[in-house]
Nanobody
Framework: QVQLMESGGVSVQAGGSLKLSCVAS??????????MGWFLQAPGKGREGVAS????????YIADSVKGRFTISRDDVRNTVWQKMDDLKTEESSIYYC????????????????????WGQGTQVTVSS
C-alpha cells in the first residue's frame, strides 16, 4: 500500500513558477512506486498526464504541451517526486494529482490514468492573468 501526499499548490500569476512535491509513504519497501508522476484535472475534464519518472530516473516523460517549461525529478531515498513548473499559463489552472504505480503508465505521447495504482488527494494550482 502506498500513500501519496502532495504539497506546493498555490495561486500564481501567469508566467510565474511553482514547484510541487509528492512524498510516498510505503508500509514496506516495494516496487509499488517504481513510476511516479503527475496528472492534472481541470474542472469538468478527465485527468491528463503531465509527467512521469521511473525509479533511478532512467526513464522520464514530459507531455508535449509543457515540454521546456515543466521538469520532473525524484529522490528515491526520500520517496519524493517534484514537478517544477515555469512560465505557467492560465489554462493550466487545475488540481494536480500525484500518481504512483509499479510499471510505466505513459507511452506513445500519452499517459493512461487507468494504469495508475495509487493517487494523492490533489493540490490546487491557480494561475491568474
Amino acid at each position: 500500500q502506498v500513500q501519496l501526499m502532495e504539497s506546493g499548490g498555490v495561486s500564481v500569476q501567469a508566467g510565474g513558477s511553482l514547484k510541487l512535491s509528492c512524498v510516498a509513504s510505503l508500509n514496506t519497501p516495494s516496487s509499488s512506486n517504481n513510476f511516479m508522476g503527475w496528472f492534472l484535472q481541470a474542472p469538468g475534464k478527465g485527468r491528463e498526464g503531465v509527467a512521469s519518472v521511473s525509479v533511478t530516473s532512467v526513464r522520464s516523460y514530459i507531455a508535449d504541451s509543457v515540454k521546456g517549461r515543466f521538469t520532473i525529478s525524484r529522490d528515491d531515498v526520500r520517496n519524493t517526486v517534484w514537478q517544477k513548473m515555469d512560465d505557467l499559463k492560465t489554462e493550466e489552472s487545475s488540481i494536480y494529482y500525484c500518481a504512483a504505480t509499479p510499471t510505466g503508465y505513459c507511452d506513445g505521447g500519452e499517459c493512461y490514468s487507468d494504469l495508475v495504482h495509487y493517487w494523492g488527494q490533489g493540490t490546487q494550482v491557480t494561475v491568474s492573468s
